[in-house]
T-cell receptor, first 111, second 119 residues
Framework: SQQGEEDPQALSIQEGENATMNCSYK?????LQWYRQNSGRGLVHLIL?????REKHSGRLRVTLDTSKKSSSLLITASRAADTASYFC???????????FGEGTQLTVNP | DTGVSQDPRHKITKRGQNVTFRCDPI?????LYWYRQTLGQGPEFLTY????????KSRLLSDRFSAERPKGSFSTLEIQRTEQGDSAMYLC?????????????????FGAGSRLTVL
């Protein structure tokens, strides 16, 4: 499969709780990105972390990257109902410019 | 320029017919990507262009699929002799390429997608 894996496949939490999603990838990368997709819509870029970075923050988002384990995590703090969406990680391989997407985590935040 | 535009948004066709999708990227972006996404899955890479040159194609892109970007601006994706397995959302995205700082070069801006249903 060209895709990495994401864990969990689905996550349901209450508003105000934190949500953590994990991603694994297969090749050496230049960077890893996270995207969000609302149902039936296109994907929206959230955050990018370079291969020489270990952690990055943007608002309520925190991303970590462990290149030795080929894994990344996305933490959304103080979740809101509007955060309900699918979240995908995407790795950019060192060998080219394509982004390879994971299978996604469906996050549901209950009000 | 308000973003990446795709047309049509929805296409229903009968098996065996040909279909063509169009993508208009952000005008300053020199890279353009096509992805396919089925329900509950992540986007699967099909092909990408740097200006008018098609630099990479997935083996998913069978002989029935062809993509062009004739003047380095808009792109078309044609599927010939459609099959029911071609039913999916076809996503187009563009990125700046190396005109911006390296880390931003491959941040993709996606269109809303073209949903294909083959009966």
């Amino acid at each position: 499969s060209q895709q990495g894996e994401e864990d969990p496949q689905a996550l349901s939490i209450q508003e105000g709780e934190n949500a953590t999603m994990n991603c694994s990838y297969k090749t050496s990368i230049n960077n890893l990105q996270w995207y969000r997709q609302n149902s039936g819509r296109g994907l929206v870029h959230l955050i990018l972390i370079r291969s020489n970075e270990r952690e990055k923050h943007s608002g309520r988002l925190r991303v970590t990257l462990d290149t030795s384990k080929k894994s990344s995590s996305l933490l959304i703090t103080a979740s809101r109902a509007a955060d309900t969406a699918s979240y995908f990680c995407a790795s950019q391989e060192t060998s080219g410019s394509r982004l390879t997407f994971g299978e996604g985590t469906q996050l549901t935040v209950n009000p | 320029d308000t973003g990446v535009s795709q047309d049509p948004r929805h296409k229903i066709t009968k098996r065996g017919q040909n279909v063509t999708f169009r993508c208009d990227p952000i005008s300053e972006h020199n890279r353009l990507y096509w992805y396919r996404q089925t329900l509950g899955q992540g986007p699967e890479f099909l092909t990408y262009f740097q200006n008018e040159a098609q630099l990479e194609k997935s083996r998913l892109l069978s002989d029935r699929f062809s993509a062009e970007r004739p003047k380095g601006s808009f792109s078309t994706l044609e599927i010939q002799r459609t099959e029911q397995g071609d039913s999916a959302m076809y996503l187009c995205a563009s990125s700046p390429g190396y005109r911006v700082r390296r880390s931003g070069a491959n941040v993709l801006t996606f269109g809303a997608g073209s949903r294909l249903t083959v009966l």
